[in-house]
């Protein structure tokens, strides 16, 4: 760990006018001289120990048709529902129809496929943000870049797709079959192969069963496990093993939760949402790795736009003062830029335009406009998610050896932190002459979070992976380090701030909360 996380939290007390707290020590390397009594936590892979798992089978198998034709795809579906490739067959819809009313209302950067001339295969398909894009298909796996395969229309959605590729048929897997691994992601649903053993921990949801969301965030709660291949290019990439869904580790940028689910908008091949950005450019594999990280980074830097969009209405609803409204503005412009600076560097590495489509906002607004819902979120959305996301961007920038990445992630980390003492300002706002009971519950949630924060463990498998320095070489940091981040930004900053917080409100309130 290369941040300095022991004077960190002062800068948030000074913006509140409170006094110091008490706080563990830290040595030269910014980790705490404290240590965990080693208990165990949550299996994060969502199994139990069986003592031997039943080797599957795939009964009854299926051909999957092409969409509109009674020809098969090369991918089967077991009665159980796992789905494999058996073989490799041309798609004979590579490109899909035109948007109908792409040709009659033109706008956008195109009209018709005749327009899309990037790659082969291109239509013109409406933008959800208005105007029309072009999205890309394939006929063969040859249409694909190193690394992926064709996916025919009805396999994965109405139009083919490529797809990353651990195997790409049932042969390259011994006695396994090459699986169509399925995943809620950050930003939407993603779809990989990978060869699946028969003495796999999972081939399906239903065997993985229900556990914690995530540990390491105050607002975790049970959720179904997914039974999905790694993606990520560890030793570990292409293991089936239940997960939970991607949004429950998604924190950069602060949240936008509606009850209780993090929401982020799907990604779209769109260029007006990206910045021009010029990224060192590596391996095939190592791109593939960091144009999903960083297009999950993007969709919730642009789902921040949407969390201060609720703040500001919410603030307003409060009777805040104009510096909270001017500051929450602010941070709402920051998050649009940062949105543009991680779908830009995303386009980078992927090798072509990627961007949000609409992000689901229904029901924002229901249970927010209640005081308590407003604190709580503030507490989770902002106090806690904005505060850990800051340091983390710190930190990744630190190690970022690209300088282009380096810059990205400075000005993040700079923008959320002081988006992360907005937060804390704005909470003490609302609790100065607070009745007693919700300062209470406001302690209460604060103190939860501190304590479901410092429970986190860092996920098995201990040691980095081979290739996790390359990839913190631009800009991500491995899941051990970024646990072992957080609860060391947990028990230096966001716990000293809270202890603070607590003292402060027994005391009395402060003008000083509305200056800074």
């Not at 051909?63 to 077991?78: D, N, Y």
């Not at 956008?108 to 894009?133: K, M, N, W, Y």
């Not at 990604?267 to 594999?285: F, G, M, N, S």
């Not at 960083?294 to 949407?306: D, P, R, T």
Request: hydrophobic share 40%; aromatic share 4%.
């Amino acid at each position: 760990m290369k941040i300095k996380l022991d004077s960190l939290h002062l800068t948030i007390l000074a913006a509140l006018g409170l006094a110091c707290a008490s706080r563990p020590a830290l040595d030269d390397d910014g980790a705490t001289t404290t240590t965990s009594n080693g208990t165990a936590g949550t299996d994060t892979t969502g199994g139990t120990e069986t003592g031997g798992v039943e080797p599957h089978v795939c009964e009854n198998p299926e051909p999957i048709l092409q969409a509109g034709t009674e020809l098969p795809s090369g991918f089967v579906r077991c009665d159980d529902g796992f789905i494999h490739r058996r073989e490799q067959l041309e798609c004979v819809d590579p490109q899909g129809a035109d948007a109908a009313s792409c040709a009659s209302d033109g706008g956008g950067s195109c009209q018709t496929g005749a327009d899309c001339i990037d790659h082969e295969h291109g239509r013109c398909v409406e933008d959800p943000f208005g105007g029309c894009l072009c999205e890309y298909g394939c006929a063969t796996d040859a249409d694909c870049a190193a690394g992926l395969i064709c996916a025919c229309a009805g396999v994965t959605g109405d139009h083919s797709i490529c797809i990353p590729a651990h195997c790409t048929i049932d042969d390259e897997c011994g006695e396994g079959l090459c699986g169509l691994s399925e995943y809620e992601g950050c930003c939407g649903t993603s779809f990989s192969t990978a060869c699946a053993a028969p003495d796999a921990s999972c081939h399906v949801d239903s065997e993985c069963g229900e556990a914690l969301c995530d540990p390491s965030l105050p607002e975790s709660e049970l959720v179904m496990y997914e039974c999905a291949a790694e993606s990520d290019a560890g030793e570990d990439a292409g293991d089936w093993t239940c997960k939970p869904p991607g949004w429950c580790g998604c924190d950069c940028g602060r949240p936008f939760f509606v009850d209780g689910e993090a929401r982020v908008a799907a990604t779209l091949a769109r260029a007006d949402w990206c910045d021009e950005l010029r990224p060192r450019l590596l391996d095939a594999r190592t791109r593939q790795v960091l144009a999903a990280r960083w297009s999950e980074i993007a969709a919730f830097e642009h789902a921040s736009v949407a969390s201060f969009a609720r703040f500001g209405l919410q603030l307003m609803q409060l009777g805040a003062p104009p510096q909270l409204l001017r500051d929450n503005q602010r941070a709402l412009a920051d998050e649009i830029v940062h949105a543009r600076l991680a779908f830009g560097l995303a386009s980078a590495y992927a090798g072509g335009p990627v961007g949000p489509g609409g992000l689901d906002v229904g029901a924002a607004l229901e249970r927010e406009t209640d005081l308590r819902g407003i604190v709580e979120g503030l507490i989770v959305e902002a106090c806690m998610g904005e505060t850990l996301a800051a340091i983390e961007a710190h930190e990744a920038a630190l190690w970022a050896e690209d300088p282009v990445v380096a810059a990205v992630l400075e000005q993040i980390a700079a923008d959320e932190w002081r988006h992360a003492q907005l937060g804390w300002r704005s909470l003490a706002w609302i609790l100065d002459g607070a009745e007693p009971e919700l300062r209470r519950f406001a302690l209460f949630v604060l103190e939860a979070g501190v304590e479901s924060l410092g429970m986190a463990t860092a996920a098995e498998g201990g040691a980095p992976g081979e290739d996790d320095g390359q990839l913190r070489a631009h800009g991500l940091l491995d899941p051990v380090a970024r646990q072992e981040l957080r609860r060391a930004g947990v028990e230096a900053v966001i716990g000293p701030c809270v202890a603070a917080l607590r003292e402060r409100l027994a005391s009395g309130p402060s003008e000083r909360w509305l200056r800074s």
